[in-house]
């Protein structure tokens, strides 16, 4: 007889650079966001949904004259044969979304989203292929109060989850002054589109590389801290010189910071463009009552997407941490954004104006738990319904149910182990309050009410006459029937 062939069983693995999200991450994660979405709704801001799937081209991911995706993102042909790909962010979808709605839209359009986005990139420590954002864009206008609310709104978000002034700063820049900088670098002539986008990505590493990081890749280049040797843009030492001396250029207040941004750019027609906007968000801010020690402008923030096309922001947490390596230093970036008013162009031929920013939301709720600003707790519900007698099943869940309809999360015990389990696994999960009622109570129309939480404080202060602190049992208590939901509230509004 031929020999069954065994059924090969597959091995429980998962994606590299993906994480599996327990419940107290979870639950986090959701406190935060129904705070930020508060935050939003409260300027006015709606939500929108987007499909996680969208075609290559609509997220602008083609390389140039190739027929295959870029890097950078998840690809695969469709049932039409057709590139379609994981959104790489939310913006790209919105812009896809007004220009298919544009006519039907409010002007401007204000909406938020939060969902995933995937990105196939290098995995590391606290770097993932997915990973949450929470976006706010208003779409259809030019104006520079709505730059100026985005950087409220960063503000107004970040104390509303309890970050505290001084522990963040929100810093802006323009990107037309940023151009207009490299128009006096090459003394009034311009730089390829290609080598000016790597000036400004190799800007915005100032915070990671250092000034002298940032010189060498401005000009030759560097070795990494892998000791490969990373190519520079190539720039000319007197060309250097002058980006660097635009990177510090920065004063205590907006106002005298514009100013000297207003003389290293005069001449150029773009960058005193730039400077006007900068000023306008100044005047914004100062009339809205946001003083330099939430909002600073900031010369050297860059933001490396190319699309930028104005204001750019960024929102920092400013308080020390000791990262992987030991090294003390600021949690840094969690928020980042600006305007981009030539995204809805590439479908429509319109130029629609747009600005807005994005939360890391996985980076922020890092940072919320580092400063112990989020409950971590994963209990759902603080009742346990234990079954002590099984015949009396049936008035074990007539029980759940009428706490469940008093808006007391209750879970009634579905397991086969006896009581004692029951109190155990009740103290696993994060219980507070566990029911007890078997045969004797039935009659007498009573149920037990154990704190569990009491219990567990009352036993560790318990000295050497347990049998007497047993007899006591301070932590549980019987009552009637009728008044089980009041007798829980009691314990549960004891503990709050």
Avoid at 5 to 25: A, H, M, N, V, Y
Avoid at 298 to 321: K, Q
Avoid at 382 to 387: E, N, S
Avoid at 446 to 471: M, Y
Wanted: aromatic share 8%; glycine share 10%.
């Amino acid at each position: 007889m031929a020999r069954e062939c065994k059924q090969k069983r597959p091995i429980p693995r998962r994606l590299k650079g993906f994480r599996d999200i327990t419940s107290e991450t979870v639950r986090a994660r959701d406190t935060m966001i129904a705070t930020i979405r508060g935050v939003y709704e409260r300027y006015g801001y709606t939500a929108l949904e987007t499909p996680a799937l969208e075609y290559v081209d609509v997220l602008g991911k083609f390389l140039p004259e190739s027929e295959a995706p870029s890097g950078g993102i998840f690809a695969l042909r469709d049932e039409d044969d057709e590139w379609i790909a994981l959104r790489y962010d939310l913006t790209a979808p919105l812009s896809r979304f007004v220009a298919m709605n544009f006519q039907e839209l409010p002007t401007p359009y204000r909406r938020y989203q939060v969902g995933p986005v995937y990105r196939l990139e290098k995995p590391g420590p606290g770097r993932f292929r997915e990973f949450y954002q929470f976006d706010f864009d208003s779409v259809g206008t030019g104006s520079m109060l709505a730059d100026a609310e985005v950087c409220m709104i960063m503000c107004d978000t970040l104390e509303a989850l309890g970050v505290n002034r001084g522990d963040y700063i929100v810093k802006v820049n323009d990107r037309k002054v940023l151009n207009g900088v490299l128009e006096k670098v090459t003394a009034g002539g311009k730089l390829s589109s290609d080598i000016s986008l790597q000036v400004l990505r190799t800007i915005d590493k100032l915070d990671r590389l250092g000034r002298e990081g940032v010189e060498q890749l401005l000009g030759e280049g560097r070795l990494d801290e892998s000791g490969a040797y990373v190519e520079g843009v190539g720039l000319q030492p007197e060309q250097i010189s002058r980006v660097m001396a635009y990177l510090e250029i920065k004063a205590d207040t907006r106002q005298t910071t514009c100013d000297r941004l207003s003389e290293l750019v005069e001449g150029s027609k773009i960058g005193m463009e730039g400077v006007d906007e900068l000023r306008q968000i100044d005047e914004a801010l100062t009339a809205g009552g946001y003083g330099e020690d939430r909002v600073e402008i900031d010369p050297t923030v860059a933001r490396g997407l190319d699309y930028y096309t104005g204001p750019v922001f960024e929102g920092v947490l400013t308080f020390d941490i000791v990262d992987d390596k030991g090294v003390t230093r600021q949690f840094g970036s969690v928020f980042g954004g600006g305007r981009y008013d030539d995204l809805v162009q590439r479908f429509t031929g319109q130029k629609v104006p747009a600005t807005g920013a994005s939360i890391g939301v996985d980076r922020l709720l890092s940072a919320l738990l580092t400063l112990g600003k989020i409950d971590v707790d994963s209990t759902t519900a603080k009742v346990l319904v234990t079954r002590l007698d099984k015949k009396l099943t049936a008035e074990y869940q007539k029980i759940a149910g009428q706490l469940r309809d008093a808006g007391i999360n209750t879970e009634l015990y579905v397991g086969t182990q006896g009581i004692g389990k029951q109190f155990k696994y009740a103290s696993d999960t994060g219980r507070i309050v566990a029911v007890v009622m078997g045969s004797d109570e039935m009659e007498k129309g009573e149920v037990s009410i154990k704190d569990l939480k009491l219990g567990e404080e009352l036993s560790e202060e318990i000295g050497p006459d347990r049998k007497a602190w047993l007899k006591q049992q301070p932590a549980q208590f019987s009552v009637p029937r009728s008044d089980i939901v009041k007798a829980v509230q009691e314990v549960l509004a004891r503990h709050a």
